[in-house]
């Protein structure tokens, strides 16, 4: 069973920074895609970064030169470090996992950027 916990969400001044986790479990987790999305109050979950098994990556425009997603496969987990902060990043942010073509998400981490 594949499972996906986020932590690391909170509330942070704008120009601040947060750094997301997401430990997955129940997976060969080196072999698999992995990469946060965001939803905003009323808005779409919209895909933020994605990072491949081979440690490609791939960002929205809206966070590209800010945001940073990374892997350590020996601790089954993936980060976002989100640097520069806005108040218009303010949304939960989810990871996901893609196991044989199945996408498996978290449960979600809330991130606040005050004004």
């Known amino acids: 069973q594949v499972q996906l916990v986020e932590s690391g969400g909170g509330l942070v001044q704008a120009g601040g920074s947060l750094r997301l986790s997401c430990a997955a479990s129940?997976?060969?987790?080196?072999?698999?895609?992995m990469g946060w999305h965001r939803q905003a109050p009323g808005k779409q979950r919209d895909l933020v970064a994605v990072?491949?098994?081979?440690?490609?990556?791939n960002y929205a425009d809206s966070v590209k030169g800010r945001f940073t997603i990374s892997r350590d496969n020996a601790k089954n987990t993936v980060y976002l470090q989100m640097n520069s902060l806005r108040p218009e990043d303010t949304a939960v942010y989810y990871c996901?996992?893609?196991?044989?073509?199945?996408?498996?998400w978290g449960q979600g981490t809330q991130v606040t950027v005050s004004s």
């Open positions: 129940g997976s060969i987790f080196s072999i698999n895609s």
């Open positions: 990072i491949t098994s081979g440690g490609s990556t």
């Open positions: 996901w996992e893609v196991v044989a073509s199945k996408v498996y």
